[in-house]
């Protein structure tokens, strides 16, 4: 018993040390650019295509947070929200193809709107082999023109594998992944293997969890997420 409690311990002290890191984290250095039309933007409910009917949200909101470093001016989400409930009736990122950019933009009033889309959010526990994935794409459109001014999308997953079987299957998971030649890339940013199935299962559970008691799943696959996907987003013109 003393030793599951330490476990669930250091679980503990573990996630505050990543939520904690994420807070602080520090994007690169950049300028502002003057010469860019877009200042104020818009992020809009993401399409979801995964099981999680609360990621969207979570993973919108996280990636709203960042435009400001960008250098853009980003219209509240429940301003955005009431806005398109209100005028259009859409509450879900699936009806915005009854609209165009163009409305939006008029609607919203800001200089462009950012698309999204959340492909996959999810752990998969099987003790042999476990993985945590998180993978999105997002696409800025100028509302006055209705140009994509830019685009970019990345998955990021981390793996736990129980000895040489676990590492059967993460190879055979990766060879299915190219084959299928997927149009949003995967990255890893963590492999750890165990020494027994016991032991991983067992870390995967608890790390589960611990997780969804603190309201904290996938924080450090959607925060890596979003800092990878933001690098290429073009600075704006706010100083």
């Known amino acids: 018993m003393k030793k599951n ?44 295509q995964t099981n999680d009917v609360e990621a969207p949200a979570y993973v919108r ?27 259009m009736g859409v509450t879900l990122g699936s009806q915005l193809d009854m609209t165009t950019p163009q409305k939006l933009g008029e609607l919203l009033g800001v200089d462009a709107v950012v698309y999204g889309t959340l492909m996959n959010f999810d752990s998969q526990i099987t003790g042999f082999y476990n993985v945590k994935r998180v993978r999105a794409k997002f696409i800025m459109v100028n509302t006055r023109t209705g140009e994509t001014v830019w685009q970019n999308g990345i998955g990021i997953k981390s793996e736990t594998k129980a000895g040489s079987i676990g590492g059967v299957l993460s190879m055979a998971g990766s060879l299915k992944e190219a084959t299928q030649k997927e149009e949003i890339p995967w990255v890893t940013i963590e492999s750890e293997s165990k020494g027994s ?7 995967a559970l608890i790390d589960k969890v611990v997780s969804k008691a603190f309201k904290a799943q996938l924080t450090r696959e959607t925060q890596e997420m979003i800092n990878r996907v933001i690098t290429t987003l073009p600075p704006g013109p706010v100083p």
């Not at 960042?66 to 929200?81: A, E, G």
């Not at 199935?197 to 870390?203: C, H, V």
């Open 197 to 203: 199935f016991g032991e991983a299962l067992g870390g």
């Open 5 to 48: 409690n330490l476990r669930y311990l250091l679980l503990f002290i573990s996630l505050i040390i990543v939520i904690s890191l994420n807070a602080c984290a520090v994007m690169p250095a950049r300028q502002a650019n003057p010469n860019n039309p877009i200042r104020t933007v818009a992020v809009l409910p993401m399409i979801n």
């Open 61 to 87: 909101t996280e990636f709203d947070k960042r435009i400001t470093v960008n250098f853009y001016s980003n219209k509240p989400l429940k301003d955005v929200d009431q806005l398109l409930k209100d005028q």
